[in-house]
């Protein structure tokens, strides 16, 4: 899989694992995982933009949200991916917010993710990234 750069903000050390191995799995190996908002935030400023970012935007505190409007007002990542089930007012609010940064909404994942929706939704990606190149 071509060389993608993606952010996991996930609080659950077993499900944060679990994702990560996942995209280790379909050739993704340039991961950046984090167990919180700062720790997202520090990744980013470290390790700059992201292709893609992964996260519940209704995380407990408000930690998924912020980093969402983070992502979208610094453009920090090309793509996101939502976890969990996300309420449809928050998601009216989320996705003109994305639209306006050029920020794509990738899609909608449950918990526990399943691989093959995971890779669906990475290869949609990658498919028109290169629409984008002419490739």
Not at 25 to 32: E, P, R, S
Not at 39 to 59: F, K, M, T
Not at 99 to 121: F, I, K, N
């Amino acid at each position: 899989m071509r060389s993608l750069k993606v952010l996991i903000l996930e609080p659950n050390p077993f499900q944060l694992m679990a994702l990560h191995q996942m995209l280790n799995a379909v050739g993704i190996y340039d991961v950046l995982t984090a167990p919180s908002l700062a720790a997202a935030l520090s990744s980013l400023e470290y390790r700059g933009a992201v292709d893609i970012a992964i996260c519940d935007p209704q995380l407990k505190g408000g930690d998924g949200l912020a980093l969402m409007q983070h992502l979208a007002a610094r453009q920090q990542a090309r793509a996101v991916i939502l976890l969990g089930t996300v309420a449809a007012s928050l998601l009216n609010d989320l996705e003109p917010l994305l639209d306006e940064h050029g920020v794509r909404l990738l899609g909608r994942l449950q918990t526990p993710v399943s691989a093959v929706l995971m890779r669906g939704l990475l290869d949609s990606y990658l498919s028109a990234a290169a629409a984008l190149l002419g490739v």
